[in-house]
């Protein structure tokens, strides 16, 4: 049962463009909501993370914006760079739950020159 | 700089062979967690464990077992490996409670043939 749901599962991007990934998830226990980016040939690393009392966390060219009433959250990348071409998940944290994440299913993102 | 290694990046072996996936973490971290990758199934957690000896299954734990007998140190095993536990394999590391950062190592490439 996937309690995280996430979208798209590819994603293509102009150079200087927006790139926009969606999650939702079902779980109310849920309190903490990292994305976390994976390069070919290495192991996922956290990217940023957002608590559900806030609605967005900015950290550079990466915005979380959080809708706890619906349930979803969302990876904004603004001024995409082809650098930022890389495999991008969201996950979960269940409260109590020990640092254990449920991970979303992965979106391919390529940023295109 | 946190390092999680894995003994091995890429692993043949055959059909009904028992295989060893060593992980090694060097940040005194409580949790380490086993996951498995597979295209458009995100990361799927198969065990964890928050302190020496302890274990404790995660989604998808069947034909899988694990061995934590130093802090830094967490083994999965594949009792009688099967072509359908072909993957990526990827170990994590990560405090027991307050930050919630998984590291992750490069993962591990097992074919199964």
């Known amino acids: 049962q996937q309690q995280v749901k996430q979208s798209p599962q590819s994603l293509i991007v102009q150079k200087g463009g927006i790139s926009i990934i969606n999650c939702a998830y079902e779980n109310t226990a849920f309190d903490y909501f990292p994305w976390y980016q994976q390069f070919p040939g290495k192991g996922p690393a956290l990217l940023i993370a957002?608590?559900?009392?806030?609605s967005e966390k900015k950290e550079g060219r990466f915005t979380i914006s959080f809708n706890k009433s619906a349930k979803q959250f969302s990876l904004h990348i603004m001024d995409s760079q082809p650098g930022d071409s890389a495999t991008y998940f969201c996950a979960a944290k269940l409260t109590g739950g020990g640092n254990k994440l449920t991970f979303g299913t992965g979106t391919q993102l390529k940023v295109e020159l | 700089d946190v390092k999680v290694t894995q003994s091995s990046r890429y692993l043949v072996k055959r059909t009904g062979e028992k295989v060893f996936l060593e992980c090694v973490q060097d940040?005194?971290?409580?949790?380490m967690f086993w996951y498995r990758q597979d295209p458009g199934l995100g990361l799927r957690l198969i065990y964890f464990s928050y302190d020496v000896k302890m274990k404790e299954k995660g989604d998808i734990p069947e034909g899988y077992s694990v061995s934590r007998e130093k802090k830094e140190r967490f083994s999965l095993i594949l009792e009688s490996a099967s072509t359908n536990q072909t993957s990526m394999y990827l170990c994590a590391s990560s405090f027991l409670q307050g930050v919630y950062e998984q590291y992750f190592g490069p993962g591990t490439r097992l074919t199964v043939t």
């Open positions: 957002i608590r559900p009392d806030v």
């Open positions: 940040m005194d971290h409580e949790n």
